[in-house]
């Protein structure tokens, strides 16, 4: 794909991303699950997957778009909404849950004014369940923007964002 072309189909404001998206794509195309490589890299690098970035990567990895669209949708760590600096997961697994994660998403929720899937106005939480981390005897457990926490509830929680304000 000529570099024009690129720039054509996507938004202004992911011009920045241009280079290394192309890089991204260079450095994968030839391995093996390059899709899924060239998605995962690219969504660490602006945070989702804009329509307009998809139909690049569809059309340089000469995959058929409804492709591209049918792994992003199946794969849950996929996104097409913008998130916010931090990502905070409630982790909604039977021990979690047993142990007192509804409350601590009830706080979140009522904190910050948003629901699962959504981000704060300022962009700087989103907010995500996740099924289960795999630390049930540490329950409940919240992750905050990659850093896991144990043995959460809502007084322990609003500590642990003032971190990352």
């Not at 959460?152 to 609003?158: M, Q, R």
């Amino acid at each position: 794909m000529k570099r024009r072309d690129m720039k054509q189909d996507v938004d202004k404001e992911l011009l920045e991303y241009f280079e290394q998206i192309r890089n991204i794509i260079s450095e994968n195309r030839e391995k093996t699950g390059a899709l899924i490589r060239v998605l995962e890299r690219t969504q660490e690098l602006i945070s989702y997957l804009p329509p307009q970035v998809l139909e690049v990567i569809s059309k340089d990895l000469k995959i058929p778009l409804s492709e591209v669209y049918g792994v992003v949708s199946f794969y849950n760590f996929f996104t097409m909404i913008p998130k916010g600096k931090y990502t905070i997961e409630v982790c909604m697994g039977t021990a979690c849950h047993v142990r007192g994660n509804p409350r601590n998403l009830d706080a979140l929720r009522k904190e910050f004014g948003i629901e699962i899937g959504e981000t704060t106005e300022d962009g700087k939480f989103s907010l995500d369940i996740i099924r289960c981390f795999g630390c049930c005897g540490l329950s409940p457990i919240v992750r905050v923007g990659g850093d896991l926490y144990r043995r959460v509830n809502p007084t322990k929680l609003k500590k642990i964002l003032t971190q990352y304000e």
